[in-house]
C-alpha cells in the first residue's frame, strides 16, 4: 500500500528558511499536498502540486518534487514564530475518481527566536 | 470564510459505551470524510459519504462504526461499543465535489475522544 514518510522534527531560528522533507512510495500519485496543524486546530491545506510539475511557489513557501526519487518537499523562507506547527504531507493517485489522501505522521517545526 | 465546525471538542467516555461525534460541513458542500489521528501517529481515513450513503471506506470502518446525515446540516459519526484503542483525535472534512474533480478538503478542528 501508499506509505508516507518524513522527519518528525525540525528546529529553526526565525528569519532562517525551513525545509520539510518527505517521501512516498506510490508511484502513481497524482496530488501531493502540504497541510498545516496548527495547536488545537485542523488540518489546513497549505498547497498542493499536481506530478506532472516540478515546483510550485506561493509567497513564501516553495513545494519541489522529484518525482524519480519520490521525494516532496517544503521550504518556508523567512521563517516566524507564527509558522511554528506541524505539517503534513500527503498523496493522493485520484484513480476512479478518489482523491482520499495518505497522510504521513507529520513534522513538527519549532521556530525559536 | 466558512468552516466545518466539530462539537464537542473533547469528549470522554467509558469503554463500552456508545459515542456520537458531530460535525456541521461547509453549506453547499456535497462530500464529507471522518478521519482519525491516534497520538503519534499518522491520520487516518475512515469513511467518505455522499447523497447519503457510504461511497469508500477504510479497514479501520468496522461494524463499530457508523455515519449519518440526520439532517441538512450535521454528519455523524456513532461508535456502537468504544475501546480503549479508539482514543484518538477524530477530524471532519468536506469538499464541494469528490469525484471526477480534485477538491481540497476542508477540515475541521477535530473532536478529542478519550476512553477511559
Known amino acids: 500500500g501508499e506509505d508516507v514518510e518524513q522527519s518528525l522534527f525540525l528546529s529553526v531560528r526565525e528569519g532562517d528558511s525551513s525545509v520539510i522533507n518527505c517521501t512516498y512510495t506510490?508511484?502513481?500519485?497524482?496530488?501531493l499536498y502540504w497541510y498545516k496543524q496548527e495547536p488545537g486546530a485542523g488540518l489546513q491545506l497549505l498547497t498542493y502540486?499536481?506530478?506532472?510539475?516540478d515546483m510550485k511557489q506561493d509567497q513564501r513557501l516553495t513545494v519541489l518534487l522529484n518525482k524519480k526519487d519520490k521525494h516532496l518537499s517544503l521550504r518556508i523562507a523567512d521563517t516566524q514564530t507564527g509558522d511554528s506547527a506541524i505539517y503534513f504531507c500527503?498523496?493522493?493517485?485520484?484513480?476512479?475518481?478518489?482523491?482520499?489522501?495518505?497522510f504521513g505522521r507529520g513534522t513538527s517545526l519549532i521556530v525559536h527566536p | 470564510e466558512p468552516e466545518v465546525t466539530q462539537t464537542p471538542s473533547h469528549q470522554v467516555t467509558q469503554m463500552g459505551q456508545e459515542v456520537i461525534l458531530r460535525c456541521v460541513p461547509i453549506?453547499?458542500?456535497?462530500?464529507f470524510y471522518w478521519y482519525r489521528q491516534i497520538l503519534g501517529q499518522k491520520v487516518e481515513f475512515l469513511v467518505s459519504?455522499?447523497?447519503?450513503?457510504?461511497?469508500?471506506k477504510s479497514e479501520i470502518f468496522d461494524d463499530q462504526f457508523s455515519v449519518e446525515r440526520p439532517d441538512g446540516s450535521n454528519f455523524t459519526l456513532k461508535i456502537r461499543s468504544t475501546k480503549l484503542e479508539d482514543s484518538a483525535m477524530y477530524f471532519c472534512?468536506?469538499?464541494?465535489?469528490?469525484?471526477?474533480?480534485?477538491?481540497?478538503?476542508?477540515f475541521g478542528d477535530g473532536t478529542r475522544l478519550s476512553i477511559l
Open positions: 453549506s453547499n458542500h456535497l462530500y
Open positions: 506510490d508511484s502513481s500519485s497524482t496530488y
Open positions: 472534512a468536506s469538499t464541494q465535489e469528490g469525484q471526477g474533480r480534485y477538491q481540497p478538503q476542508h
Open positions: 459519504f455522499y447523497n447519503n450513503e457510504i461511497s469508500e
Open positions: 500527503a498523496e493522493s493517485t485520484g484513480s476512479g475518481g478518489s482523491y482520499i489522501p495518505t
Open positions: 502540486i499536481f506530478s506532472n510539475m
